[in-house]
């Protein structure tokens, strides 16, 4: 019965191939255009992520601090929020010195007025502004912490460009499902009209709509996976292309997006499927 099934999808996909090309094109050219901004979503995700993976705040300390007490803050603050680095004055003024590069200003300066500090790269979960502000009003109040500064308006930034690469990307597959099921649903209602003379013999002769709409089911599937598979190759080698300019900064798809996206689109396409062909039966049977 699944091969009767198999050889009755692929003689329908043989009978019309000009309409089933026609829609593994359009299919294509939708999907590639989501595919590819998937791909770019990815990649400035990725960038977010390097960026935000830098983040540090510095919790700045009372020059009067024993080693003893800092030792115990360091160890608090790590088990609370994150890796702490100690920097000392002279670490400080040393990598100061290097930003400035100019001896007769340093001069000037006279002794190292900088504080010894402790450098903190929070836990993940706390890397939301909400999070390094809560964060640093807390660590803010523990005895010998001076100032604390992690830069609020630029991680606030990271944090909306962030959520609105998120929300484009979720736009583009709605739109883009939706053309699927647009696509599907029109090729698969032409094939069955198509049809309509020999499906509604097998109607007539008793056959159930699972039996007529079986092979149906299974040519929309074939086109909306191949045509998934040939926008993931065009992509892929766009990508190569683009990764050789770029020194290999610019990644593809990690595997289980493929995946899901390969289904994701097949299963629009079994929707679109069902809401042809329950339109399309029922007009026949009436």
Known sequence: MHLFYLREAMRSFRQHRGLAFTAILSLVGALTICALMLVLAHNARVAVQAVGDRREMVAYLDDGMSAERRDGLMSRIQDLYGAVAYVNKEQA???????IGDEELLESVGDNPLPASLRIHLKPELLTPQGMED????????????DVRYGAEWVRRLHDAGRA??????????????????I?????????LARRHQVEIMTRLGATDGFVATPFVLEALFEAFMAALIALALVFAAQQAAAQQLLGSFVFLPPLVMLAFVGG???LAAVGTSLALARVLRSVSA
């Open 184 to 192: 599907v649903y029109n090729t698969i209602r032409l094939t069955v």
């Open 165 to 182: 690469l998120e929300r484009l990307t979720l736009g583009v597959l709605v739109l883009v499902g939706l053309m699927v099921v647009f």
């Open 265 to 267: 689109v097949v299963v």
């Open 93 to 99: 003024w040393q990598e100061f010195a290097r930003q």
């Open 135 to 146: 964060a640093a009003r807390q660590i803010k109040q523990f005895e010998g912490v001076e």
